[in-house]
């Protein structure tokens, strides 16, 4: 345990702060920095002692949330009952029951082609389009690689594994099957090339191997499938085709019929064609189940229609069979949605859907491919969603999809991340939720329900915040590394829907005008906050009851002042006020009937129209109060890149890259309204350079979907939270983005520095940082008070003082004064976080309003009494009588001694490196400052003294979608959207590593396999099959030999690294399957007891009864039998 002496100095007394210092390093790499003890000599009043140190910090992932990112592939285990679906990143999503939800990434990033579960083995195979076969072993929490196979000549199209096999097909691009032993991961000396499989007549190659599967009558017939729609049936003993079947039409997919005499294939013009093998010259049936019948001169024609990209054939014991297929839809009718459709006797059913379908699976009782498959729900894979459809039900329903692969409805603009929350929220927000879920699900239970998973150890609260382009906000429980959706508000409907015609305040943003920029959330007070793209605030009380009532509005005139040097010329401004010649247009309310068309300069309209009629709100999070930024001189309101609210005070606080808003959503007014650049000059009236006039160029971006590409970090840092194609005439926040005029400059540069002085005089007062606090306002204070810390794009620390009545009855009607009073403090870089520790260390969080219900049905609680609580954890009276500020800015840590200002402690980042996230956390009941940084570190800073306790390189490949949403918070938790669709999640915390083991759930679980159906004596013999396969004997080296070491590459995996390492890390799972195995066994060794004991009983009954029989014929002669 380390301790460290902070001197105090007494207030008034004045020094240079570089007074003492010494330095220490501070880490490797972009993260690393310099941390320097500065102040002046004084007597020490305290130590405090710091117990975090650098073993209780690790960083890893934990869990991934959402849906998968470009899916391509799907497969289902129908003994273990988990499903995987592979992504065209490369990564493998594992679902099983709610909490069973597993990802694993090819390292090569590869798309994968194909994937094929080992039926109850454990194991999985993929194909990537590398042209690698790998095989990952599931029998771990974290799957693993085992071996891998690449082809070097060949590209690989099309796999399969039979039920119960450990031989491989593949199909490739050149037309020939090869087979690979799963268990060795060793290509068979077997190939049936494509000239021996098609007949030597036929003279053009037949195209890439579409389908492989093995007849389920007789195991040593494989069906092959080519692109130009040649179908060959191959005798795997005798080496040869038993029958060859051609179609004009090209191939897509090939379904059997269980008996294996019959089978289904789907082509390009969107027919079906059914097949006999016993008369192979043409199909007996041919349907085109979408196509319109037309007249030409010979007869009638079906016209075609799109391709039916896969069928599926399945038969029932008790009804008719199921043809399932998707595509095929004819072309008159293009704007018909993607489609699944559903053939079940006479009945065809179209289901249509919100994507492109990507790949569907039938789910079928038995895994024996030669029994009745009686399907009961088919598994849809679509670009953006995964549904289940209940078969059982003749209106084919859903099931309710228990996992969230829903956070991409409306695209994440941005995301915030809640640890260790009261404990009642999650309840009242799952029961909010819970009224406006849709109805209309199956009655089943989710049928993919595989796997095992317990509540681990870690259980306290934990929430996430999504904001939405749409306008849509949604609260997440995430608590035990799972996610479960509580609630959902629009914060859209206090708005009046857009109109195009003569609405000019849709003029800014057509496409997304409600989009979600920030928000701010109060757990304990339940206010929450949201700042939007127009240039809106709103804020929200929670409530348990619903109301009918109006919605509060404000609109807030926030300007950029025009420096001038000398006084006279700030009373007579060179621009004149063109607002004033239209005052009479302007109403009570100050906005002005202006339209654009007319050549009138816009002022005082807003972006939006806030509806003026009562408005019905329900239960949940109600708007209390909307404000609005207004155009000025014909300037729209730029976006608002902070925002700060206080319960206890009944105060917002928000700023952009024109100044400073406050106001009093408790009476409804605006307490301040002041540019950037006057607050500034009375912070530092003598020094402040004369700041040219803001231009009015804007800057296009657009909020819907967040870059991949190498942008350089110049260009990045200049968009809003995210980029699309939807233009915006915005100007862009200057913090995150900070450099326009520097972006030609070369890509994924890590330094601003050459950019800083080019944007200098464009947005240089950016107020990117507000925090409210009861803190020393100025140097030499001898109390705390009411204030709020301001932070600029340029490192500048201003405070405003707040003057809050006391008494609660005059809060409502005497008036909040707010003065800015002058105190600076300055950082490198935009500031980023504040926080406020006592004397003693302990974070001082800023005063709130305990909730209370707002709408209360009881008329002796309408006047209800606010309860606030003011200091917390610490008492008034144990907080001494100085504080620590801790500021942190993109290339700077400080803290502070207050109230005397001094410099205490200094972190620098080094200059190639600036930090995108900051925040101060809980973790072990201590306090610590996280950062991440553009070059994607994570770093983490003791304090107050700012040592460096973590510094990994977490991210070397960053893109601006995890540079925009990363985010910390306690317990050692921290999470940022890994893709538009998905949210990846991570500890730094040491404990919650070497529990993660037990916390995520088992994939693979002792089941047994389901024995087959008894075919009977009569089928088996006269049902014409050939009996079992011996593969090993026809396919081994004995018989097969070598295959050509040019042709594929062994490459042994990580597995067996990682074997040991998930064996280590995962003992209580293997203890638990052990146990499970014991338990098993137990169970039959008491059947067996049992047995025995009635074996015993009955032999001594026999026994018994053979005594009496022979003592009553005893004394018998033998004549007398």
């Given at each position: 345990?380390?301790?460290?002496?902070?001197?105090?100095?007494l207030d008034?007394?004045?020094s240079s702060?570089?007074g003492s210092s010494?330095?220490?390093?501070g880490?490797?790499?972009?993260?690393g920095?310099s941390?320097?003890?500065?102040?002046t000599?004084g007597t020490?009043?305290?130590?405090?002692?710091?117990t975090?140190t650098?073993d209780?910090?690790?960083?890893c992932k934990?869990?991934?949330?959402g849906?998968?990112?470009l899916?391509?592939?799907?497969?289902?285990?129908?003994?273990?009952?988990?499903?995987?679906i592979g992504?065209?990143?490369g990564?493998?999503?594992?679902l099983?029951?709610?909490?069973?939800?597993?990802?694993?990434?090819?390292?090569?990033g590869?798309?994968?082609?194909q994937?094929?579960?080992?039926?109850?083995?454990g194991?999985?195979?993929?194909?990537?389009?590398?042209d690698?076969?790998?095989?990952?072993n599931?029998?771990?929490?974290?799957p693993?690689i085992?071996h891998?196979?690449?082809?070097t000549?060949?590209r690989i199209t099309?796999?399969?594994?039979?039920?119960?096999s450990k031989?491989?097909?593949?199909?490739?691009?050149?037309?020939?099957?090869?087979?690979v032993?799963?268990?060795?991961f060793i290509?068979?000396?077997?190939?049936?090339?494509?000239n021996?499989?098609i007949?030597?007549?036929?003279?053009?190659?037949?195209?890439?191997?579409?389908?492989?599967s093995?007849?389920?009558?007789?195991?040593?017939k494989?069906?092959?499938?080519?692109?130009?729609?040649?179908?060959?049936?191959?005798?795997?003993r005798?080496?040869?085709?038993?029958l060859?079947l051609?179609?004009?039409?090209?191939i897509h997919?090939i379904g059997?019929?269980?008996e294996?005499k019959?089978f289904?294939?789907?082509?390009s013009?969107?027919?079906?064609?059914l097949w006999?093998?016993?008369?192979p010259?043409?199909?007996?049936q041919?349907?085109?189940?979408?196509g319109?019948t037309c007249?030409?001169?010979?007869g009638?024609?079906?016209?075609?229609?799109k391709?039916i990209l896969?069928?599926?054939y399945?038969?029932?014991k008790?009804s008719?069979p199921?043809?399932?297929f998707?595509?095929?839809?004819?072309?008159?009718?293009?704007?018909?949605?993607?489609?699944?459709?559903?053939m079940h006797g006479?009945a065809?059913t179209v289901?249509e859907?919100?994507?492109?379908?990507?790949?569907?699976?039938t789910?079928?009782?038995?895994p024996?491919?030669?029994e009745?498959q009686?399907p009961?729900?088919?598994?849809v894979?679509?670009?953006?969603?995964?549904?289940?459809?209940d078969?059982?039900q003749?209106?084919?329903p859903?099931?309710e999809?228990?996992?969230p692969m829903d956070?991409?409805?409306?695209?994440v603009?941005?995301?915030?991340?809640?640890?260790?929350?009261?404990?009642?929220?999650i309840?009242?927000?799952?029961?909010?939720?819970?009224k406006?879920?849709?109805?209309?699900?199956?009655?089943?239970?989710w049928p993919?329900?595989?796997?095992?998973?317990?509540?681990?150890?870690h259980?306290?609260?934990?929430?996430?915040?999504?904001?939405?382009a749409?306008?849509s906000v949604?609260?997440?429980?995430?608590?035990?590394?799972?996610l479960?959706m509580l609630?959902k508000?629009?914060?859209?409907?206090?708005?009046e829907?857009?109109?195009?015609?003569g609405k000019?305040?849709?003029?800014?943003v057509?496409?997304?005008?409600f989009?979600?920029?920030?928000?701010?959330w109060?757990?304990q007070?339940?206010?929450f906050?949201v700042?939007g793209i127009?240039?809106?605030?709103?804020?929200y009380r929670?409530?348990?009851?619903?109301?009918?009532?109006?919605v509060?509005?404000?609109?807030?005139?926030?300007?950029?002042?025009i420096?001038v040097?000398?006084p006279?010329?700030e009373m007579?401004?060179p621009?004149p006020?063109v607002s004033?010649h239209?005052?009479s247009?302007?109403?009570?309310s100050?906005?002005?009937n202006?339209?654009?068309?007319?050549?009138?300069?816009?002022d005082s309209?807003?972006?939006?129209?806030?509806?003026?009629r009562a408005?019905?709100?329900p239960p949940g999070y109600?708007?209390?109060?909307v404000?609005q930024?207004?155009?000025?001189?014909g300037?729209?309101?730029?976006?608002i890149?902070?925002?700060?609210?206080?319960?206890?005070?009944?105060?917002?606080?928000?700023?952009?890259?024109?100044g400073l808003?406050?106001?009093?959503f408790m009476?409804k007014?605006?307490?301040?309204?002041?540019?950037?650049?006057e607050l500034?000059?009375?912070?530092?009236?003598y020094?402040r350079?004369p700041?040219?006039p803001?231009?009015?160029k804007?800057f296009?971006a657009?909020?819907?979907?967040?870059?991949?590409?190498?942008?350089?970090?110049e260009?990045?840092r200049c968009?809003?939270?995210?980029t699309?194609?939807?233009?915006?005439?915005?100007?862009?926040?200057?913090?995150k983005?900070?450099?326009i005029?520097?972006?030609?400059?070369?890509?994924?540069s890590?330094?601003?520095s050459?950019?800083?002085s080019?944007?200098?005089k464009?947005?240089?007062?950016?107020?990117?940082?507000?925090?409210?606090?009861e803190?020393?306002?100025?140097k030499?204070?001898?109390?705390?008070?009411p204030?709020?810390?301001?932070g600029?794009?340029?490192?500048?620390?201003l405070s405003?003082?707040l003057n809050?009545?006391?008494?609660?009855?005059?809060?409502?009607?005497e008036p909040?004064?707010v003065s800015?009073n002058?105190?600076?403090?300055?950082l490198?870089?935009?500031?980023l976080t504040?926080?406020?520790?006592d004397?003693m260390?302990t974070?001082?969080?800023?005063p709130?309003?305990?909730w209370g219900?707002?709408?209360?049905?009881?008329?002796?609680?309408?006047?209800?009494?606010?309860?606030?609580?003011?200091?917390?954890?610490?008492?008034?009276q144990?907080?001494?009588d100085?504080?620590?500020a801790v500021?942190?800015?993109?290339?700077?840590?400080?803290?502070?001694s207050l109230?005397?200002?001094i410099?205490?402690?200094?972190?620098?980042?080094?200059d190639?490196?600036?930090?995108?996230r900051?925040d101060?956390?809980?973790l072990y009941?201590?306090?610590?400052l996280?950062c991440?940084?553009a070059s994607?570190r994570?770093?983490?800073?003791?304090?107050?003294?700012?040592?460096?306790?973590?510094?990994v390189?977490?991210?070397?490949?960053?893109?601006?979608r995890i540079?925009?949403?990363?985010c910390?918070?306690?317990?050692?938790?921290a999470?940022?959207l890994?893709?538009?669709?998905?949210?990846q999640?991570?500890?730094?915390?040491?404990?919650?590593?070497d529990?993660?083991?037990?916390?995520l759930?088992?994939?693979?679980?002792?089941?047994?396999?389901?024995?087959?159906?008894y075919?009977?004596?009569?089928k088996g013999?006269f049902?014409?099959?050939?009996?079992?396969?011996d593969?090993?004997?026809?396919f081994g080296?004995?018989?097969a030999?070598?295959?050509?070491r040019?042709?594929a590459?062994h490459?042994p995996g990580?597995?067996?690294?990682?074997g040991?390492?998930?064996?280590?890390?995962?003992?209580?799972?293997?203890?638990a399957?052990?146990?499970?195995a014991?338990?098993?066994?137990?169970q039959?060794?008491?059947?067996?007891?049992e047995?025995?004991?009635?074996?015993?009983s009955s032999?001594?009954?026999?026994?018994k009864?053979?005594?009496?029989v022979m003592?009553?014929?005893?004394?018998?002669k033998?004549?007398?039998?």
């Open positions: 345990m380390k301790k460290f002496n902070l001197h105090k100095v008034g007394l004045t702060p570089g010494s330095g220490t390093s880490g490797s790499g972009t993260g920095g941390v320097h003890s500065g102040g000599v020490p009043r305290e130590e405090i002692q710091e975090l650098s209780y910090f690790q960083i934990t869990v991934r949330h849906f998968p990112y899916p391509t592939a799907l497969a289902f285990d129908p003994v273990q009952k988990i499903l995987a992504t065209r990143t990564a493998i999503r594992i099983g029951r709610p909490g069973v939800d597993c990802c694993c990434q090819h390292e090569s590869a798309g994968v082609v994937l094929q579960f080992l039926i109850n083995e194991a999985l195979v993929s194909a990537s389009s590398d690698m076969l790998h095989l990952w599931l029998r771990q929490k974290r693993a085992l891998s196979l690449k082809f000549r060949e099309f796999c399969h594994l039979p039920f119960q031989w491989l097909y593949v199909g490739t691009e050149k037309g020939n099957t090869h087979i032993n799963i268990e060795s290509l068979s000396g077997y190939v049936i090339m494509w021996k499989a007949e030597l007549s036929t003279k053009t190659h037949p195209g890439p191997v579409v389908h492989l093995d007849s389920p009558r007789d195991e040593g494989l069906l092959i499938g080519y692109e130009n729609g040649t179908v060959v049936f191959w005798d795997l005798s080496k040869r085709a038993d060859r051609y179609y004009d039409e090209a997919s059997w019929h269980n294996g019959q289904m294939c789907s082509h013009d969107g027919s079906l064609t006999n093998l016993k008369s010259s043409r199909p007996f041919i349907i085109i189940p979408h319109k007249k030409i001169r010979d009638k024609k079906v016209e075609s229609c391709p896969k069928v599926e399945k038969t029932c008790n008719e199921f043809i399932i998707s595509g095929g839809l004819s072309y008159d009718k293009p704007w018909r949605r993607p489609s699944l459709t559903i006479k065809i289901l859907m919100d994507h492109p379908v990507v790949d569907f699976l789910l079928c009782e038995t024996y491919p030669n009745f009686d009961y729900a088919v598994v894979l679509l670009e953006k969603d995964l549904i289940v459809v078969l059982t003749s209106h084919f859903i099931f999809n228990p996992y956070i991409h409805e409306s695209p603009t941005c995301i915030e991340y809640f640890a260790d929350c009261p404990p009642d929220l309840p009242v927000l799952y029961s909010i939720g819970a406006h879920k849709k109805q209309g699900y199956s009655n089943k239970e993919i329900s595989g796997g095992i998973w317990n509540l681990g150890a259980s306290y609260p934990e929430i996430i915040i999504t904001g939405h749409d306008g949604k609260f997440w429980d995430a608590s035990a590394i799972t479960q609630y508000l629009k914060t859209s409907k206090v708005f829907k857009q109109k195009l015609e000019p305040a849709a003029e800014i057509e496409d997304d005008p989009a979600i920029q920030l928000m701010y109060c757990p007070s339940r206010i906050c700042a127009s240039a809106h605030v709103i804020v929670f409530s348990k009851h619903e109301v009918n009532t109006e509060s509005s404000l609109e807030v005139r926030l300007q950029s002042e420096d040097i000398s006279e010329a007579n401004p621009f006020d004033s239209f005052s247009l302007k109403d009570l100050g906005s002005t202006t339209v654009a068309s007319e050549g009138l300069i816009k309209i807003p972006c939006l129209s806030v509806k003026t408005v019905r709100m109600q708007a209390d109060l404000i930024l207004v155009w000025v001189d300037e729209p309101p730029q976006q890149t902070s925002l700060v609210v206080n319960s206890a005070y009944g105060l917002v606080a928000f700023g952009n890259c024109n808003a406050v106001v009093d009476q007014t605006t307490l301040l309204s002041m540019g950037s650049v500034c000059r009375i912070a530092d009236p020094q350079q700041c040219s803001r231009k009015s804007q296009t657009g909020l819907t979907e967040l870059s991949d590409g190498p942008v350089s970090w260009l990045e968009k809003s939270p995210t699309s194609v939807l233009a915006r005439q915005l100007s862009m926040p200057r913090w983005l900070l450099c005029l520097n972006m030609r400059e070369n890509s994924f890590h330094s601003r050459s950019s800083v080019s944007i200098d464009e947005s240089k007062e950016t107020i990117t940082a507000l925090y409210f606090a803190s020393y306002v100025q030499n204070d001898s109390a705390v008070s204030c709020l810390w301001v600029t794009g340029l490192g500048m620390v405003v003082s809050v009545p006391s008494e609660d009855e005059l809060r409502q009607t909040v004064t800015p002058g105190t600076a403090l300055t490198k870089g935009a500031v504040f926080a406020c520790l004397c260390g974070l001082i969080h800023p709130y309003e305990a219900e707002p709408n209360s049905t009881d008329d002796g609680e309408r006047i209800r009494k606010r309860k606030l609580v003011l200091h917390s954890p610490s008492s008034s144990d907080m001494g100085h504080q620590f500021i942190c800015s993109e290339k700077q840590a400080k803290v502070y109230p005397s200002q410099c205490l402690y200094v972190y620098n980042i080094t190639t490196a600036f930090l995108l900051a101060i956390v809980t009941n201590n306090m610590c996280a991440f940084s994607g994570v770093l983490t800073l003791s304090l107050p003294s700012l040592r460096p306790l973590l510094d390189n977490y991210l070397p490949i960053m893109n601006t540079s925009r949403t990363f910390f918070t306690n317990e050692g938790q999470l940022y890994s893709s538009p669709t998905e949210i999640r991570l500890t730094y915390s040491h404990e919650m590593c529990n993660l083991q037990d916390m759930g088992e994939l693979f679980t002792p089941v047994e396999t389901p024995e087959a159906q075919r009977g004596f009569l013999l049902g014409g099959t050939g009996g079992t396969l593969r090993e004997e026809l080296e004995a018989t030999g070598k295959a050509s040019s042709l590459q490459i990580s597995g067996g690294v990682e040991v390492k998930g064996a280590a890390g995962s003992a209580i799972g293997e203890l399957r052990a146990r499970l014991l338990d098993e066994r137990g039959k060794l008491g059947e067996l007891d047995k025995t004991a009635r074996m015993m032999a001594e009954a026999f026994s009864h053979a005594h009496e003592l009553k014929c005893k004394d018998k033998w004549y007398q039998f």
